[in-house]
């Protein structure tokens, strides 16, 4: 039991780029028919979820996702901007450890860790930017243009 943390990119693909596509195979059985009937209307689309980087515990950097929003594990849009910011944020706390409590607070929560800013909240924040700049570095690419980037929580 504690915080987990999770950074998925959705793709989201329209009937036109994967028309071809075998509906039987995208669809569970139980799913089937509903799937040909939404086919054969034109409303017909997918949307794949990838996990990317996981957390647990690192109520820091939960913090920073939520942004002031009440915490309710609920889905959150993350843009290509906010995680370099998170990265750049990460960055400057490791310069300069003295920063810590004003740019990237802790927060109590239910099991959602330590409130220290010792070693494992610094090992957090390096874990952050080797997770979160492959994620950037991904987004420069022509074939991200479908995907977007969630922050999710549960504890």
Not at 65 to 82: A, T
Not at 110 to 131: R, V
Request: glycine fraction near 6%; include cysteine; proline fraction near 3%.
């Amino acid at each position: 039991m504690g915080l987990d943390m999770y950074l998925y990119l959705e793709k989201y693909e329209s009937k036109g780029s994967w028309e071809n596509d075998n509906v039987e195979g995208f669809y569970p059985q139980e799913l089937k028919d509903l799937g040909e009937r939404i086919y054969e209307r034109n409303f017909m689309s997918k949307e794949t979820s990838y996990q990317v980087a996981y957390w647990r515990k690192a109520n820091a950097i939960h913090e920073f996702f939520l942004n002031g929003e009440e915490d309710k594990c609920q889905k959150i849009y993350v843009s290509i901007d906010r995680l370099q910011e998170l990265v750049d944020l990460c960055k400057s706390v490791i310069a300069n450890p003295s920063l810590a409590e004003h740019d990237l607070p802790t927060k109590g929560g239910y099991f959602f860790g330590s409130q220290k800013y010792d070693e494992g909240y610094f090992q957090d924040l390096k874990d952050t930017i080797e997770q979160v700049e492959p994620i950037i570095e991904f987004f420069k690419d022509e074939h991200s243009e479908n995907y977007v980037c969630y922050y999710q929580a549960s504890w």
